[in-house]
């Protein structure tokens, strides 16, 4: 009897509400799971950039979140720095949707559409 108390409980929960579904207010760019890395490790920005190959100043935007993750940029931190390049993708991916789903005018425009799509 106490179990099937709880499974109606467990079954009324909102999926949404469960801690591991719960989206952040704040999205997370990659770039600053990556500079929080790089520090771990004491590598400098410049000596990363360097073995990259690529601009420091690129470098620079991508870990303070002013440029995004782009796959080009995800294996050639994936090859400097062994994390998976799908990882890193799939988090820009996530800070992009986030981030757009927050702004009010797109937002607005979303709906706008959903209700004229329902007459069609």
């Given at each position: 009897?106490?179990?099937?108390?709880?499974?109606?409980?467990?079954?009324?929960?909102?999926?949404?509400?469960?801690?591991?579904?719960?989206?952040?207010?704040?999205?997370?760019?990659?770039?600053?799971?990556?500079?929080?890395?790089?520090?771990?490790?004491?590598?400098?920005?410049?000596?990363?950039?360097?073995?990259?190959?690529?601009?420091?100043?690129?470098?620079?935007?991508?870990?303070?979140?002013?440029r995004?993750?782009?796959?080009?940029?995800?294996?050639?931190?994936?090859?400097?720095?062994?994390?998976?390049?799908?990882?890193?993708?799939?988090?820009?991916?996530?800070?992009?949707m986030?981030?757009?789903?927050?702004?009010?005018?797109?937002?607005?425009?979303?709906?706008?559409?959903?209700?004229?799509?329902?007459?069609?």
């Open positions: 009897m106490y179990d099937s108390i709880i499974m109606i409980k467990i079954e009324g929960i909102d999926p949404h509400m469960i801690a591991n579904n719960l989206t952040p207010y704040e999205p997370t760019h990659p770039g600053e799971v990556l500079k929080e890395e790089i520090e771990f490790r004491g590598i400098s920005q410049r000596k990363l950039a360097s073995q990259m190959g690529v601009a420091y100043s690129v470098l620079n935007e991508v870990l303070n979140c002013k995004p993750v782009t796959t080009e940029y995800a294996l050639l931190f994936e090859a400097a720095l062994d994390i998976e390049a799908e990882m890193l993708l799939r988090m820009q991916s996530r800070f992009n986030q981030t757009i789903r927050q702004n009010k005018s797109w937002s607005d425009r979303l709906d706008k559409i959903r209700k004229t799509a329902v007459v069609l």
